[in-house]
């Protein structure tokens, strides 16, 4: 009898707890009677739900999205930018020139011209337009032109003296390089003035020599061309050292019939007023 009792009682228990299994999984407890012995409403549990949250309601924190998106490529290395100055600024003006993105120079510094047509050529391909010439630029700059001569990377002067001739070491002479293009004004092996200078093309060459200073002329005008020739200091022939607008405007884009030409007006007007008649010009290679 007592292990009859016993079974049922272990029975009632377990369908107490499969009841309470029940309401738990329908979201609610079952709650003790109150003090005064009345059941107590029963408590809504909300449980975890995938469902959107009701207007109003405060709705779990939204779970970053997971992405396999490439990180944003770091900026190009930058080579050369406005102010910088030298030789490769040179090289870069002049093949900005051979693709006509530049006509000024070059001068060998990084000025406003030379900023502005980086962006353009920049602009064009589709590169970011900073006006400053990264390794991409010029990587794209190098396939597209040519390695530029020496005339091209100094196409408007400015290219270094090479060392005088001994003849031009004594008494005032006017020390003229082919191999340099320039002219050095000289008084007893000291260099006074040293300015660009262009010569006649292979057709009308400019005579290679030991002259002297015969005649000088301010305003002359050659009768032959037609054309001005100011500052002019004769010393052979027709031949004369002399200042030229086109040379200014062209540089060693054109050439002479013969003269040594000077593009830079105040530097010639400056000579002209030292240089005596008799003084030794030396032309050489």
């Known amino acids: 009898m007592g292990s009859v009792r016993s079974y049922v009682t272990l029975l009632g228990l377990s369908g107490a707890l499969a009841a309470l299994a029940a309401t738990t999984v ?3 407890t079952v709650q003790p009677a109150g003090e005064d012995g009345k059941p107590v409403p029963p408590l809504r549990v909300e449980l975890p739900s995938s469902a959107p949250a009701e207007d109003g309601a405060p709705s779990a924190p939204a779970r970053p999205p997971t992405t396999n998106a490439p990180a944003p490529a770091a900026p190009a290395p930058v080579l050369y930018a406005p102010g910088d100055s030298g030789r490769d600024i040179r090289e870069l003006q002049a093949r900005l020139r051979q693709i006509d993105w530049l006509f000024d120079g070059p001068t060998g510094t990084y ?4 900023e502005q ?8 391909r589709g ?3 900073t006006g400053r010439t990264d390794t991409v630029t010029w990587q794209r700059l190098l396939d597209m032109t040519t390695e530029p001569g020496r005339w091209q990377l100094y196409l408007m002067g400015g290219q270094p003296a090479d060392a005088p001739d001994p003849r031009c070491l004594t008494g005032r002479v006017l020390c003229i390089s082919k191999s340099s293009r320039t002219l050095r004004w000289m008084i007893d092996g000291r260099t006074v003035s040293v300015m660009p200078v262009r010569f006649g093309s292979e057709y009308t060459p400019t005579r290679e020599g030991v002259f002297e200073v015969y005649w000088k002329s301010r305003h002359h005008v050659s009768t032959l061309y037609d054309s001005p020739m100011p500052y002019a200091m004769f010393f052979s022939g027709g031949q004369a050292v002399h200042y030229s607008s086109d040379f ?3 540089g060693y884009a054109g050439s002479s019939h013969g003269c040594v030409n000077v593009r ?6 400056d000579l002209f007023a030292q240089v005596r008649n008799g003084d030794k010009v030396v032309v050489h290679r």
């Open 26 to 28: 329908a979201g609610c």
């Open 111 to 114: 000025d406003d011209l030379t």
């Open 117 to 124: 047509a980086v962006r353009g050529f920049q602009g064009k």
């Open 127 to 129: 590169l970011p337009p």
């Open 248 to 250: 200014a405007a062209r």
């Open 264 to 269: 830079d007006e105040p530097a010639i007007a």
